[in-house]
């Protein structure tokens, strides 16, 4: 049953007649347009917006962020198979990587707790807010699939939510700190991961 199981999942006999592979896709870019949107009308456009794009911080927030998100796509779609074997946690270490490297040579002087008390609190509530969207289309993707360990898969959705949240969120970050980054976009990114393993649980057991 496993092996029938395997052989359907991401094919057109899938649950809802949508290959697993493009529903996963099609999911992630939704739900990375959705968290964008979020973004901005939570927190508006800045004028200096085009400036703060063009430099060096922001563009390593966006490349941690979508580098483990990238990594989160291949955990969610292992998970999403009957026959998925281990997952491939190693897809997570170019952005791990990237991120910590921007947190050891942080050299801008900011603190690790931000500009304000406030900082951390928002930084982690923007990032949970505009992920949980993401979290429900790509849940609602790897049902497509037959996963055989729910919370695994949906913590590996969390995963890629959170990184997709993050990196909308440096749309409108004001804490461009590498080691600020560093810490709390991964302890944002961990809790919609832990928010995935216990609606996953649920969700996506069969």
């Given at each position: 049953m496993i092996k029938n199981l395997s052989g359907e999942a991401g094919t057109g006999h899938a649950r809802a007649g949508m290959p697993l592979d493009r529903a996963l896709l099609l999911a992630v870019a939704v739900a990375l347009a959705l968290a964008i949107v979020l973004v901005f009308l939570l927190f508006g456009v800045s004028d200096a917006l085009l400036a703060t794009m063009r430099g060096g911080p922001f563009q390593h927030k966006v490349a941690s962020a979508l580098l483990i998100?990238?990594?989160?796509?291949?955990?969610?779609?292992?998970?999403?198979?009957?026959?998925?074997?281990?997952?491939?946690v190693l897809a997570l270490l170019p952005g791990v990587v990237l991120l910590a490297l921007g947190g050891v040579t942080d050299a801008s002087g900011l603190p690790v707790l931000g500009r304000s008390g406030v900082s951390v609190p928002i930084c982690l509530i923007a990032i949970v807010a505009v992920s949980l969207p993401a979290l429900a289309l790509i849940i609602a993707?790897?049902?497509?699939?037959?996963?055989?360990?729910?919370?695994?898969?949906?913590?590996?959705?969390?995963?890629?939510?959170?990184?997709?949240g993050a990196a909308a969120y440096a749309l409108a970050c004001k804490n461009d700190g590498g080691l600020f980054v560093a810490v709390w976009d991964s302890v944002g990114i961990l809790?919609?991961?832990?928010?995935?393993?216990a609606i996953g649980r649920r969700a996506l057991a069969w």
């Open positions: 998100a990238a990594g989160g796509f291949f955990l969610v779609r292992n998970a999403a198979r009957p026959d998925g074997g281990r997952l491939p993707a790897v049902r497509k699939g037959a996963s055989t360990r729910p919370t695994a898969a949906g913590i590996a959705a969390g995963l890629l939510s959170g990184a997709l809790i919609v991961a832990a928010l995935g393993g």
